[in-house]
C-alpha cells in the first residue's frame, strides 16, 4: 500500500520546462544611460517557461535582480512592448559595485532599429522552443475574415430582405479548444450603436478539412432574444427605447443569428503529417481593432501527450473494508481518436435519430464522433489472481461473476455510437460500445497450476457527465456486456434459483467524480457495482481511486543557455 501511495504521489509532482538565453550585449550597453566603468553587459538573461494554465513566462534577470512579465498567446507585437518595459523596470533597480560604492543604473531608450532587431531574435528562440524543444508543433492560424460581419433572424419581416438586418462591427471573438471541437465560442461587437453578444450551442468540430468547410453552416446565436418591433430598429439603425425592451410574456422573441464561417477561417498548417488537425486545448482571443491579434496560431496536441497512462487501486481492498478480491493495483492506457466530429443542431437534424426520450435533453448530437483504445492490466495479490473451480450438486463450473473479475489483462476499442452536447445544462451523453479481448487465470484445485482461459466482452454503454467547471466533473454510467470465454469444456456459469444457469451477460454501474487538479493530470474516484444480468444477487463491487498522467511526459527542468 505504501508503494501505491508512493506512486500516486510521483504523478501529482508539478513538472517545470525552462529555458534561458543570453540578452544581446549590444542591446544591454545600448539601454544604459552613461554605464560605469567596469558594467557587465554580457550577464542579462531571459528565462522562459509555460506555467499550468497555458500562459507563457518571461524572466529577466541582471546582477541578482529580475523582473517577470507573462503573456497569452504568445505574439511579438505583445512580447516587444511588455520585454521593453520590463528592461526598464530592471535597468532603473539594478546597482552596479564601483569602487565599493553601489552605483545605480539608468535606462535610456536605445535605436528603436537595433532594438527591434534584438528582441526579434529572443522572440523568436523562445517560440523556437515553446514550439520545438517541448514537442509542440503549429496546427494553424485562426484569423478574422471581415470586420463586417452579416447578420440574420429567422423570421421573414417586411422591410428585410433575406433576413439580413445589418452588419456586425468592432468584432471581437474568444475561442476555447478542447478533444477536437470549437468547445466555445463568444463574439462581441455593434450592429449600428447596439453592443451584441454571440455564441454557440453546442460544440463545433474542428478536427478535419470536412469540418472547417463546415464552419460556414454553424450558427451562432444572440446571447437575448429580440421582439419582431426591436429588430426593425435594430435593421433601421434606430435606439432602442425603453418601452421597446420591456417584458411582455406574449410577444414572440427571436435570436440573432451570424455564421462562424462568416467571422473567422482556419488555415491549417501544410506538412503536419497528420489527419487529425485540431488544435490543443487553449484559449484564444481575436481582436479587430489589434492587428496583433486579428491573426493567431494554434498548437497541436504536445507529442509528450499521446498516450494517458491510469494507476488506480480498490479503496476497499487498500483500507480493510472489505474482502473482495478486486486486485491491489490495476493501469491503463488511453488513447482516444477523433472520427466523425461534426456535431448537428439535435432540434433541426436529431431529434429522430437520437435515443429515445432523450434528445430533449440535448441541443447537439453527432455520430460515430471518436473511439478510444485502451489497454488495462490488473495485479492481485498472490494466490488471489486465479478463480477455482467450483461444484453445484454434482456439477462443476467456473463463476461467471469471477471469471469477469479477475481479468488480469484486457485490450480494445471502444467506439462512441452517439454523442449529444447541452451546454446550458453542462451535460454530455455518449452511447458507446466495442470489442475487448482478456484473459483470467483459473485452477482445477488448489494446488493445481495457473492455467488461463481467454474471453471476449462486448459492451453496450450510456454515459452521462456533468462538467460544472474545467477542475471537475461527475459521470454515471451503465454498461451491458456479452462476455464470452473462449476454452473447450469450459463450464462458466451463474447461480440462479438454486441451480446452475448458464448467463453470458453482465452489467455494471458505474459513478465518479474526476478532478483535473492540473496540466500534468488528474485525480478521480469512482465506485462500481457489478452483477450478473440475469441475477444481481450475483456481484461485486468496487470503491477505486487514483490519479492519470501522461505515459511520455518527462519530470524535470530543462535549462540552457545561448548567446
Known amino acids: 500500500m505504501k508503494k501505491i501511495l508512493f506512486i500516486l504521489l510521483l504523478c501529482v509532482l508539478p513538472k517545470v520546462y525552462a529555458q534561458s538565453y543570453f540578452v544581446p550585449t549590444d542591446l544591454v550597453k545600448g539601454s544604459i544611460d552613461a ?3 567596469g558594467t557587465d ?39 516587444k512592448l ?44 523562445s517560440v523556437t522552443y515553446h514550439n520545438t524543444e517541448d514537442g509542440k508543433l503549429v496546427a494553424g492560424t485562426m484569423s478574422l475574415i471581415s470586420n463586417e460581419i452579416p447578420v440574420f433572424v429567422k423570421d421573414s419581416f417586411s422591410g428585410i430582405s433575406n433576413n ?11 475561442i476555447t479548444f478542447k478533444n477536437g ?53 435594430i435593421q433601421a439603425n434606430e435606439r432602442l427605447s425603453v418601452k421597446d425592451i420591456q417584458y411582455d410574456a406574449k410577444r414572440k422573441l427571436y435570436n440573432l443569428e451570424v455564421y462562424l464561417g462568416d467571422i473567422i477561417d482556419y488555415s491549417e498548417k501544410i506538412g503536419l503529417n497528420a489527419h487529425d488537425i485540431s488544435p490543443e486545448p487553449q484559449t484564444i482571443l481575436l481582436d479587430e481593432a489589434d492587428t496583433s491579434q486579428s491573426e493567431v496560431e494554434v498548437y497541436k496536441e504536445d507529442k509528450s501527450e499521446l498516450f494517458e497512462i491510469v494507476v488506480y487501486t480498490d479503496a476497499l481492498n487498500a483500507f480493510g473494508l472489505d474482502d473482495t478480491e478486486n486486485g491491489l493495483v490495476q493501469a491503463e492506457i488511453n488513447k482516444r481518436f477523433n472520427l466523425n466530429t461534426n456535431l448537428r443542431d439535435t432540434r433541426t437534424f436529431g431529434q429522430y435519430m437520437s435515443p429515445p426520450f432523450l434528445s ?22 498472490e494466490g488471489k489472481e486465479f478463480v477455482l473451480l467450483s461444484e453445484l450438486d454434482g456439477n462443476t463450473y467456473y463463476p461467471l461473476t469471477e471469471i469477469f473479475q479477475k481479468r488480469n489483462f484486457t485490450f480494445g476499442p471502444i467506439l462512441n455510437l452517439v454523442t449529444m452536447e447541452n451546454q446550458d445544462l453542462k451535460l454530455d451523453m455518449h452511447l458507446n460500445t466495442g470489442v475487448l479481448f482478456g ?14 482461459v481467454n474471453n471476449l466482452e462486448i459492451p453496450i454503454e450510456y454515459k452521462f457527465q456533468i462538467t460544472p467547471e474545467n477542475a471537475v466533473n461527475f459521470c454515471i454510467s451503465d454498461r451491458l456486456s456479452y462476455f464470452k470465454s473462449f476454452k473447450e469444456d469450459f463450464n462458466v456459469s451463474t447461480i440462479k434459483g438454486g441451480s446452475l444457469s448458464g448467463g453470458e451477460f453482465m452489467n455494471t454501474i458505474n459513478m465518479g467524480v474526476n478532478l483535473n487538479l492540473s496540466s500534468t493530470g488528474k485525480m478521480f474516484f469512482r465506485y462500481q457495482f457489478v452483477h450478473a444480468f440475469d441475477n444481481i444477487n450475483q456481484n461485486y463491487h468496487q470503491l477505486q481511486f487514483g490519479y492519470s498522467f501522461y505515459w511520455l511526459k518527462q519530470n524535470g527542468v530543462k535549462t540552457q543557455s545561448g548567446s
Open 82 to 125: 511588455k520585454f521593453k518595459a520590463a528592461l526598464k523596470t530592471l535597468i532603473d533597480s539594478t546597482k552596479v559595485d564601483v569602487g565599493g560604492t553601489p552605483t545605480p543604473l539608468t535606462y535610456k531608450a536605445a535605436d528603436d532599429s537595433m532594438v527591434d532587431k534584438n528582441v526579434s531574435v529572443l522572440f523568436y528562440q
Open 360 to 381: 430533449f435533453l440535448s441541443k447537439g448530437i453527432g455520430y460515430v464522433t471518436f473511439v478510444n483504445l485502451n489497454v488495462r492490466y490488473s495485479k492481485f495479490e
Open 181 to 233: 471541437y470549437i468547445q466555445k465560442v463568444l463574439v462581441e461587437g455593434k450592429i449600428g450603436e447596439l453592443e451584441v453578444k454571440f455564441k454557440n450551442v453546442y460544440s463545433i468540430g474542428i478536427s478535419s478539412s470536412a469540418n472547417i468547410k463546415n464552419l460556414r453552416r454553424n450558427k451562432l446565436f444572440s446571447k437575448r432574444s429580440y421582439t419582431e418591433k426591436e429588430i426593425l430598429r
Open 41 to 79: 553587459f554580457n550577464s542579462m538573461l531571459l528565462t522562459t517557461s509555460q506555467d499550468a494554465d497555458g500562459f507563457y513566462d518571461f524572466k529577466l534577470t541582471y546582477y541578482n535582480k529580475d523582473v517577470s512579465f507573462k503573456m497569452k498567446p504568445l505574439l511579438y507585437n505583445s512580447f
Open 439 to 452: 484473459r483470467t487465470f483459473y485452477r482445477t484445485a488448489e494446488d493445481a497450476e495457473n492455467q488461463f
Open 164 to 174: 439580413c438586418i445589418g452588419k456586425l462591427k468592432d468584432v471581437k471573438v474568444g
Open 35 to 37: 554605464p560605469p566603468n
